[in-house]
């Protein structure tokens, strides 16, 4: 079982900066696991945003966030993080963390479907004012 939690996120105005991050606790194989951003705003549903692999950490994100948003991790720390730079009104929802534990076994990875995850965080606001 692993469980994350999440912090970070905030109101800020267009233009700023949040940064998210994601740690994982329990027992966990953090290194070897695939980590996942989505956000869902009111009334959405629940979107891909960035992911990170678990070898050389290979970074993919929506077409929407690219160039503005960085994923990253510490494998020490056991802490996915979500860098937001340059956020936009239509950034704001509720950004989820998620962990993919059987793609370094099976050496696929669907990173932008929610059905690839199996463990979520709780979910943090962040809301971007004009």
């Known amino acids: 079982q692993v469980q994350l939690v999440q912090s970070g996120g905030g109101l800020v105005q267009v233009g700023g900066s949040l940064r998210l991050s994601c740690a994982a606790s329990?027992?966990?194989?953090?290194?070897?696991?695939?980590m996942g951003w989505f956000r869902q705003a009111p009334g959405q549903e629940r979107e891909f945003v960035a992911a990170?692999?678990?070898?050389?950490?290979?970074?993919y994100y929506a077409d929407s966030v690219k160039g503005r948003f960085t994923i990253s991790r510490d494998n020490a720390k056991s802490t996915v993080y979500l860098q937001m730079n340059g956020l936009k009104s239509e950034d704001t929802a509720v950004y989820y963390c998620?962990?993919?534990?059987?793609?370094?076994?099976?050496?696929?990875?669907?990173?932008?479907?929610?059905?690839?995850?199996?463990?979520w965080g709780q979910g943090t606001q962040v809301t971007v004012s004009s």
């Open positions: 990170i692999t678990w070898s050389r950490g290979s970074t």
């Open positions: 329990g027992r966990t194989s953090f290194a070897r696991y695939s």
């Open positions: 998620a962990v993919d534990s059987v793609a370094y076994y099976s050496g696929r990875y669907n990173y932008r479907s929610v059905n690839e995850y199996e463990y």
